[in-house]
């Protein structure tokens, strides 16, 4: 079956940012010179996913906006001769069919999901956590979906992290089937430190099966008091009612769910583009020779 919707949840409340998030959706955050959310977008784009679903909380209306049609500011840059301009703003209404559903309670990632089943249900479909921010020759979903359309089955993205940090993640037990494929039989939200299972952790990538819904809808709450999707995949792992793969992702992994990863993502997204990268180097010398 073809990956061709992907859905975003983007209902979080952002406090790690306040107060600018206050009004402003976290995903709306400028990464160099775009939204952190455009980066998720067009890696769902450019993996073949033609619908992409929001599912959304309060003050996420900037959301929308962005990707809505602005006749105003297009017939302004048109009268100014700015025609580059012009021609990103119709780019950015016009590069997916998006839909917005709302979440209208904080009861976790799960949940979230769960929200996009009237969307989704029947497909297997791609889920992109936006705070993840990847940066790769080939679409970190489509590594996913090209190892579905082969294999079949869950997929969710890898990586190999030191052991003082499997805590912080969800960490799989997995055997290497292939180079970089592995046939997921377990997981593990955050375990104690000493306690993994392995040092492969999930990231914000995976390609879900129809089959995670009704599992999501009668599953009792868990860490956090939320329904947490890794319970969820667990569950088909462990069952084996389909398989569940795992790929060890080809690129670099920003995230820009606190302010630190933000910062330094900037940071490095700068120094990787030949305008600002002197811009960066001035303001450290200048501050060295303080």
């Known amino acids: 079956m073809s990956v061709n919707k992907c859905l975003f949840p983007v209902a979080g409340l952002g406090t790690r940012f306040l107060p600018v998030t206050k009004e402003l959706a976290k995903e709306m955050l400028p990464l160099v010179n775009k939204p952190i959310i ?6 769902a784009r450019n993996s073949g996913c033609e619908s992409i679903v929001m599912v959304t909380g309060r003050a996420k209306k900037s959301l929308e906006d962005y990707f809505d049609r602005s006749f105003e500011l297009e017939e302004l840059l048109k009268s100014r001769g700015k025609n580059d301009l012009y021609e990103l703003m119709i780019k950015i209404s016009n590069i997916a069919e998006i839909l917005f559903v709302r979440q209208r309670e904080p009861l976790g990632l799960g949940h979230a999901v769960l929200c996009g089943e009237p969307i989704c249900h029947g497909e297997y479909f791609g889920v992109i956590l936006p705070d993840d921010v990847f940066i790769s020759d080939e679409p970190v979903l489509s590594q996913l979906i090209k190892i579905h359309d082969r294999l079949g089955g869950t997929v969710v993205a ?11 993640y969800g960490i799989v037990q997995s055997e290497e089937v292939e180079p970089g494929v592995h046939r997921i039989f377990d997981m593990v939200e955050k375990p104690k430190p000493g306690t993994a299972p392995s040092n492969y952790a999930i990231m914000g990538r995976y390609v879900l099966s129809p089959l995670i819904f009704p599992i999501l809808a009668g599953q009792n709450t868990g860490a956090g008091g939320e329904i947490q999707l890794t319970d969820a995949i667990k569950k088909i792992a462990v069952t084996g009612i389909e398989p569940v793969w795992g790929v060890v992702y080809k690129g670099r992994r920003f995230d820009c769910g606190t302010q630190k990863g933000w910062l330094s993502a900037n940071v490095e997204l700068a120094l990787d583009t030949p305008e600002l990268r002197d811009v960066i180097y001035e303001i450290v010398d200048r501050r060295r020779a303080e």
């Open 38 to 43: 455009s980066y998720g977008v067009e890696e």
């Open 158 to 168: 890898l990586e190999e992290v030191s052991p003082e940090d499997t805590s912080r």
